[in-house]
């Protein structure tokens, strides 16, 4: 640093040569990044056709689970959980054979409320310290549009278990380099009804329409190659 401060104070020529240093590597660093992104971008393909049949497991880390619920119908209330795994096997051949497993860990809620997720985690409400997972199992698969299919399964929360349909979205799917495998991601929602599942504080008061929203990224696993 001290050197190119001493060089900014020379002659134009030194000047002008010093910056031309700094250009010059910068210019290869912009070039060789914008290669790198080029090379590294995956080339999603959107057609479920495309998605290579195979076991996949769920990249955890780029994967999330919300829930909404009208507040009084003040606001939307928005909740997180930041533990769960799932599972998806399927074939683009036979896509109502599909099946797809989830485990959510209850006690990893997350409302940036402490105090309350602490009465959310009680018995009058999820009741996390018996019931601490939820589980979501599939037996059937209906298209129902364009990338967008019906996906029947059985939920299992606090111990009741109910029919539910999550309705999901094929973003795309393609082979990724960074992660060294096939990827397929999707976007969905699942409707319940609270007190279906025996989460029915404040019923009446509180709407029990809630809308669980799921964000997820499959990698393909070596052993379905």
């Known amino acids: 640093m001290a050197r190119f401060e001493k ?25 060789c990044t914008s290669l790198a992104a080029t090379v590294l971008k995956p080339r999603i393909e959107a057609a479920a056709i495309s998605v290579p049949a ?33 599972s998806l096997t399927g074939d683009p051949a ?22 309350f997720a ?7 409400w999820f009741d996390a310290a018996t019931y601490p997972q939820a589980t979501f199992k599939t037996y059937g698969l209906k ?18 278990t109910q029919a539910v349909i999550i309705r999901a979205r094929l973003n795309g799917s393609a082979y990724d380099r960074l992660r060294g495998a096939e990827v397929v991601g999707f976007s969905a929602t699942l409707p319940i009804n609270r007190s279906d ?7 009446g008061l509180i709407t029990d329409d809630v809308v669980i929203e799921i964000e997820a990224e499959f990698i393909k696993t070596k052993a379905s190659e």
């Not at 896509?95 to 105090?115: G, R």
């Not at 129902?144 to 606090?158: M, Q, R, W, Y």
């Not at 599942?197 to 019923?203: C, E, L, M, R, T």
Request: no cysteine; charged share 20%.
């Open 197 to 203: 599942f025996g989460v029915d504080k404040y019923s």
């Open 143 to 160: 298209i129902v549009g364009e990338n967008e299919a019906d996906i029947s399964g059985d939920l299992t929360l606090k111990g009741k």
């Open 94 to 115: 036979h896509p109502e054979a599909a099946t797809v497993t989830a485990v959510v860990d209850m006690t990893s809620l997350d409302i940036a409320n402490p105090e």
């Open 118 to 124: 602490a009465e959310l985690m009680g018995p009058d």
């Open 7 to 31: 060089d900014l104070t020379g002659s134009p020529s030194r000047v002008k040569a010093a910056l031309l240093g700094l250009v010059f590597p910068l210019a290869a660093l912009a070039s």
């Open 54 to 86: 195979g076991d996949y497991v769920l990249d955890t880390k780029h994967a999330s689970i919300l829930f909404k619920i009208s507040h009084l119908g003040y606001s939307t209330y928005v909740g997180r959980f930041n533990a769960f795994d799932a």
